[in-house]
């Protein structure tokens, strides 16, 4: 006897959501197709306005979709919306929710009321999750008084109080300097790691972020998904070349030089890496396959010049995002604000 | 255990799946945690609690020394003291209840008041809750100084009833501000225009500073739609029991009757509304689109 196959995370099929507005409509998701598995850590990955966040907010019952369906844990999001809450929760970046005048203890005791915990269970778990999120000197501060990082610590704090199976993080880490974005990311890690079952699903535009946390990743752009898996997996499909980033001593007859030797798909000079302060040549390599190598390196040597360092490049998800869309996600978003409609 | 696992379930499908108590229990816990903030903060800032009880004292002490330089009758002095102290509810209903839900959007609250489990008629009960100990504390403080300041005189004969009015008015007082907390999320921005709107021409309908019955046809017409106006009606008739007071109003038992219907008719009116305002706002994507 077969046993029943396990309830997908998230099911999205044929999602597509236009917004009402003058002078045009905007479609905000244009047929999301979308699965997620339970204990998957998913990243949406996308310029502004690709459509992550109208996907989170149809996600967590706050928006409906215009078409097409979409389940949590096989609860339909608009007809099922109180169990799908009574198992969510959220947390965006930049969220300014709650109300100054109360302290970070007393604002997480407030929301903990609104799952359901016991009034002395509540202070308990805001005291413990106080703790585990780093926030125990600012417990009795008011809130209005946090810093952004701190604020965000607290909001992350309120996500967790219910303990929930799904965790829709948008942009959780939106404004905060390194320290701070990394203490959110090893705290979201060490929560998902407790129990491998359950569910993130994380909106982001930083690269390295949805590199660093996700399991897989969807890269989105103007609402719709361009492409779905492992972050190694998107990087294969940029990767058909080898890429090195060679520096050397010097280099007679520059670039052309070395792209003119064999197996070297192309060789220009690379910027940004102090070549100059040290007086040395850096250069990007793009080899046909690793085993060209072997005759750059020897024909260098022939040619005088002596090799300072070599570094194997890996592809980014920036690459993949330029290889699916044509542009990176800055010159999308500068493309999107100044767009004049139609 | 790790303080990252808390009340684990077998499955999703297990946790989502509440008993009936369970989900009595959080709606009764979030009317507590969303009156929180009000109680707190009215301890935390004690300037507004001086801001809500001076103010208002002075603004029913103008009417006193009116009455007085007009020579009428000494219970006038106690209609406009009942008054002034039901104007704390009031004004509590329109700028606390009724345009809330507009700044709790501006602020990032509605959606995850949205987003969590319990009833949205349990924020709006909260908010309720918080406000009436908040308005009660200035009621009592401008009742209590007024009438030992300009020596008022009550003449209760039926206390009960009198209690009985008070707590129903402000059920059906507070059942209207949910309704208005509805609509005001309907109309999005405008909320505290509209606020300003209702503030006046309800005080001048409901009698507050003068008896309700004075305005004839446009008397009985608060009586019949505003609980503010029937409320205060029944108290004055109760608690000056003894005064001449002027005829064209019904009798505090009729007022009762007004008043419990007025209370089911709002609260239905409320979950209604929100009902329908939720599901509106779900397909405009108004929840949480700060600029809509």
Known sequence: ?342 | MSVFVHHRTESPQAAADWSARQALMTNLRAVIGRAYPRVRGMVREPSWVFFEMLLPFLATSGFVFVYRALDAPQEYVGFVVLGGAMTAFWLNVVWMMASQLWWEKSQGNLELYFAAPMHFMAVLFGMAVGGLFMSSTRAIVVLAVSTTLYGVTFAVDQWLLLLAVFVLTLAALYGLGMVLASLFLLWGREAWHLTQLLQEPVYFVSGLNFPVGRLGFIGALAIAFIPLAVGLDAMRQLAFADAAYPVGTPAPEVEIVILVAMTGVFLALARWALAVIERRARVAGSLSIRWQ
């Open chain 1, 1 to 342: 006897m077969s046993s029943a196959p396990a309830q997908l995370a998230i099911e999205a099929h044929s999602v597509r959501r236009v917004y009402r507005a003058k002078p045009a409509d905007v479609v905000a998701l244009d047929g999301v197709d979308l699965d997620v598995a339970p204990g998957e850590f998913f990243g949406l990955l996308g310029p502004n306005g690709a459509g992550k966040t109208t996907l989170i907010k149809i996600l967590t019952t706050l928006l409906l979709p215009s078409s097409g369906s979409a389940r949590v844990f096989g609860f339909d999001v608009e007809r099922d919306v109180t169990r799908i809450r009574r198992i969510m929760n959220m947390v965006a970046g930049g969220e300014q929710s709650g109300y100054g005048i109360l302290t970070a203890r007393e604002q997480l005791w407030m929301f903990s009321q609104f799952y359901g915990l016991g009034t002395r269970e509540g202070w308990t778990r805001v005291d413990e999750l106080i703790e585990a999120v780093g926030l125990a000197e600012q417990r009795l501060q008011r809130v209005s008084t946090l810093s952004t990082g701190q604020r965000q610590k607290m909001n992350m704090a309120r996500g967790l109080l219910n303990d929930p199976w799904i965790l829709f993080l948008d942009e959780p880490t939106l404004g905060l300097d390194v320290g701070a974005a990394r203490a959110i990311r090893a705290l979201i890690l060490e929560w998902k790691a407790a129990v491998p079952d359950r569910t993130v699903l994380l909106t982001t535009h930083y690269m390295a972020e949805a590199d660093e946390l996700c399991d897989r990743i969807a890269i989105v752009d103007r609402g719709r998904v361009l492409a779905i898996g492992s972050p190694a997996e998107l990087k294969r499909r940029v990767q058909r070349e080898s890429i090195f980033r060679i520096e050397l001593d010097r280099l007679d007859g520059g670039s052309a030089a070395l792209a003119r030797l064999p197996g070297v798909v192309s060789a220009a000079a690379a910027s940004g890496e102090g070549g100059e302060e040290r007086q040395t040549m850096v250069m990007n390599l793009v080899l046909e396959e690793d085993a060209a190598l072997g005759g750059v390196v020897g024909a260098l040597g022939a040619m005088g010049s002596t090799i300072l360092a070599l570094r194997k490049s890996e592809p980014t998800l920036e690459d993949v995002f330029v290889e699916l869309v044509g542009r990176g996600f800055e010159e999308r978003e500068q493309d999107d604000r100044t767009a004049v409609p139609a």
